[in-house]
């Protein structure tokens, strides 16, 4: 089991930036492909970044070059770093932990991107 929580959400100004982060207890979680995902209101939600076992990573064609997904496997922490935000960044942000067929979400954080 793994028990995901998402923090570092808010309000910013387009061209700000915000780093979130996703605090993870229970499984070891080095044995994890993790990643962000965020939802908007009426769309999917869709992958953002996300960080494999080996520490590879992958982005949304969207949001390459502005943000940097990274892991901190001893403290269990997982990072999203956003800069340059627009505001089709606008979405609740959600942490993922998967292996197999094990795939947990946290409960998501707020980003709004507005003057």
């Known amino acids: 089991q793994v028990q995901l929580v998402e923090s570092g959400g808010g309000l910013v100004q387009p061209g700000g930036s915000l780093r979130l982060s996703c605090a993870a207890s229970g499984s070891i979680l080095s044995f994890y492909d993790m990643g962000w995902y965020r939802q908007a209101p009426g769309n999917e939600r869709a992958l953002v970044a996300g960080i494999s076992v080996s520490g590879s990573t992958n982005y949304a064609n969207s949001v390459k070059g502005r943000f940097t997904i990274s892991r901190d496997n001893a403290n269990k922490r997982l990072y999203l770093q956003m800069n340059s935000l627009k505001p089709e960044d606008t979405a609740v942000y959600y942490c993922?932990?998967?292996?197999?067929?094990?795939?947990?979400w946290g409960q998501g954080t707020q980003v709004t991107v507005s003057s």
């Open positions: 993922n932990a998967n292996r197999g067929p094990r795939i947990y």
